[in-house]
């Protein structure tokens, strides 16, 4: 069973920094790609970034290209997400996922990725 436990969410002033973790453990070895969702309250999840688990590639939604960097420590089973030039509309959850086996979660699709496990999602609120 995967499980994802993000940390390192709270409050910032627009403009600054924050740094999102999410440790991973279970069966990961499957896993197609690992990556940030986040939703806000009353519309659909989106994807923020991922990592494929294929070549590496990175990939990022256009809101926070140039912004935010995602990277992974393979040795801690470790996801980031280094959010930089925070904005008001950056605040939200933001849920770690993986793309793995078939699994009863709620599924979504990004960049050509099915992302079906979950974490229990941490804050982020900036503040104008």
């Known amino acids: 069973q995967v499980q994802l436990v993000e940390s390192g969410g709270g409050l910032v002033q627009s403009g600054g920094s924050l740094r999102l973790s999410c440790a991973v453990s279970g069966f990961t070895s499957t896993y197609k790609a690992i990556g940030w969702f986040r939703q806000v309250p009353g519309k659909e999840r989106e994807g923020v970034s991922c990592?494929?688990?294929?070549?590496?590639?990175?990939y990022y939604a256009d809101s926070v290209n140039g912004r935010f960097t995602i990277s992974r420590d393979s040795v801690k089973n470790t996801l980031y997400l280094q959010m930089s030039n925070l904005k008001p509309d950056d605040t939200t959850i933001y849920y770690c996922a993986e793309a793995g086996p078939p699994t009863d979660g709620s599924p979504y699709y990004f960049q050509r990725f099915l992302f079906n496990y979950w974490g229990q999602g941490a804050q982020v609120t900036v503040s104008a």
């Open positions: 990592i494929s688990n294929s070549d590496g590639s990175t």
